[in-house]
């Protein structure tokens, strides 16, 4: 992970013994609420999980702007300015949530077509250009979207363009994956606000009082907020080429109208040309990071479509508190992958980009072409140890993240495409403290560490350094998204959003168009 990557961070745990995913009296009351909900797991998750984490029918119904769950409903978002967290799966039900909302059709104030991270909520960030220097590209109705590859300009230059490794990621069907970075209207206010010297701008808003200073701010610039209580929040989106998707599971993606570069090919270099072309475009992995209450770090999230990657092997906790393990993803058709049953020769980058020649290229003894990607930590923590101060064991943090998976897709009704894609995990640091890089472990507790699923990933977005090898062996989203100053690690945005820093000369009277 590298400052370009969009990653996931968010609140605190309040314990800090070890325990297990639910004392026994815990797991006899989450046992009767589960057995009303009457969960009926997808195919791609066990069914006999420990439900250590459930969405509450009443609770699911009122993220519902109709009171009531229907099919491909639109879904409020989450309260982040009285977001209550006590526990990991608070955290957890923040993410659902919030990934219901940007995934919802738009609705009264969004207008009548599309979904809500295409609607004037969100301003699409765009490529690095000039002096380090970025525009935000208003959303309205009748102007794509713009999407770039999976490309690094090089490593350490912030872009949202793509992989942390400066390599290019394509589908087992030769597509190229593209990426989409936003941000929403109270992230774009606050940084107006800092740069007019409305504010100060030392921290992510996490507060009514920060919260109402931005609100006033973009009133007085005639910019409404309809969901300000959001916060500041910033998502990345990876899309493939809707034409390579199976047409009979095409229906199960979230599908969208975009704009994406075009290439001179040969076989070892791609070079990019100065003309665009429109395409439709299929989601495989949504990160959605955003402040709350007491965590100006951020709350950071990922999810995937459940076709787009192998898991490896991974343990979880049954319902009767007993450790089972799932043998690695060996059959079934994939996006990233066309060889499941070889689980050792994986994410192995073939290409890179260059920046001199703005052109993708072949690494040694390779072509342009697909590398085989699977997850190898699929709920966001490392094979062994202790991943959170919550969780004594890889086990039973899995299965939180197994439980609300199968709580949320329990409620979904009908044929809603938000019922395919997984909850991958979030993490966030104790306490909202500065990040200051590595991962929750039993020897590593201390002020700062990313705590929930600590050592996250998204097979879509970090596909070369998922086992946490090429930067930090922990795997901490952290580790890219933090600041050591000489006092200390920092909050300050620029460190934790790295388009942040780029975009921050940014004012209302700025704002630019697509083209």
Not at 258 to 287: M, R, S
Not at 382 to 389: I, L, T
Not at 390 to 404: C, D, P
Request: glycine letters at 6%; one cysteine or more; a negative charge.
């Amino acid at each position: 992970m590298k400052k370009n990557v969009l990653k996931l961070s968010g609140l605190f745990l309040l314990t800090l013994t070890l325990v297990v995913a639910c004392k026994p009296k815990e797991e006899e009351k989450v046992e009767t609420e589960v057995a009303k909900l009457e969960i009926t797991p997808t195919d791609y998750l066990p069914n006999d999980v420990l439900q250590s984490c459930v969405v509450s029918s009443t609770d699911f119904n009122s993220w519902f702007e109709s009171g009531t769950a229907t099919e491909n409903g639109a879904v409020k978002a989450a309260n982040s300015v009285t977001f209550g967290h006590k526990d990991n799966c608070d955290f957890y039900k923040w993410s659902e949530q919030m990934f219901l909302w940007i995934t919802s059709p738009n609705t009264g104030v969004y207008g009548t077509s599309g979904r809500v991270f295409e609607s004037p909520v969100f301003y699409t960030v765009s490529p690095e250009f000039g002096n380090n220097e970025r525009k935000l590209i208003p959303h309205a109705p009748g102007i794509l979207l713009s999407a770039l590859p999976s490309l690094e300009k090089s490593v350490g230059v912030d872009s949202e363009e793509g992989q942390a490794t400066g390599d290019a990621l394509m589908s087992k069907n030769g597509a190229l994956i593209y990426y989409i970075t936003m941000v929403n209207d109270v992230y774009a206010q606050f940084l107006s606000a800092v740069n007019a010297g409305k504010m100060k701008g030392d921290q992510f808003p996490t507060t009514q009082a920060e919260l109402d200073a931005i609100i006033a701010y973009a009133k007085a610039n005639n910019m409404p907020l309809p969901d300000a209580t959001a916060l500041a929040m910033e998502i990345k989106t990876s899309w493939v080429d809707a034409s390579t998707i199976d047409p009979k599971d095409l229906d199960r993606y979230v599908v969208i109208d975009a704009l994406v570069p075009t290439y001179d090919k040969t076989p070892t270099k791609w070079t990019i040309l100065e003309k665009t072309q429109q395409v439709k475009l299929a989601l495989l992995g949504v990160h959605i990071v955003g402040s709350t209450a007491g965590h100006p770090e951020m709350v950071w999230s990922t999810f995937e479509h459940q076709e787009t990657t192998p898991n490896l092997s991974y343990s979880y906790l049954d319902k009767n508190n007993k450790t089972k393990t799932v043998s690695a993803d060996t059959s079934g058709s994939w996006v990233l992958n066309s060889k499941p049953t070889d689980t050792t020769n994986i994410n192995i980058s073939h290409m890179t980009f260059s920046q001199e020649t703005s052109s993708i290229i072949a690494t040694t003894n390779n072509t342009i072409s697909p590398s085989n990607t699977s997850r190898t930590k699929p709920w966001g923590v490392a094979n062994a140890g202790v991943p959170n101060p919550e969780n004594a064991s890889v086990a039973a943090s899995n299965s939180q993240v197994l439980s609300i998976n199968n709580s949320v897709f329990s409620q979904l009704i009908g044929t809603d495409v938000r019922r395919n894609y997984l909850f991958i995990g979030s993490t966030w640091t104790d306490s909202g403290k500065a990040p200051n890089g590595s991962s929750y472990s039993a020897t590593n507790t201390g002020s700062g560490v990313a705590i929930g699923t600590s050592q996250l990933a998204n097979s879509t977005m970090e596909t070369y350094i998922q086992n946490g090898t090429t930067y930090n062996e922990n795997g901490s989203c952290f580790y890219c998204h933090h600041d050591f100053a000489k006092t200390g690690p920092t909050l300050l945005p620029s460190k934790l959003s790295h388009v942040y820093a780029d975009i921050v000369r940014w004012k209302n009277a700025k704002v630019v168009t697509s083209k």
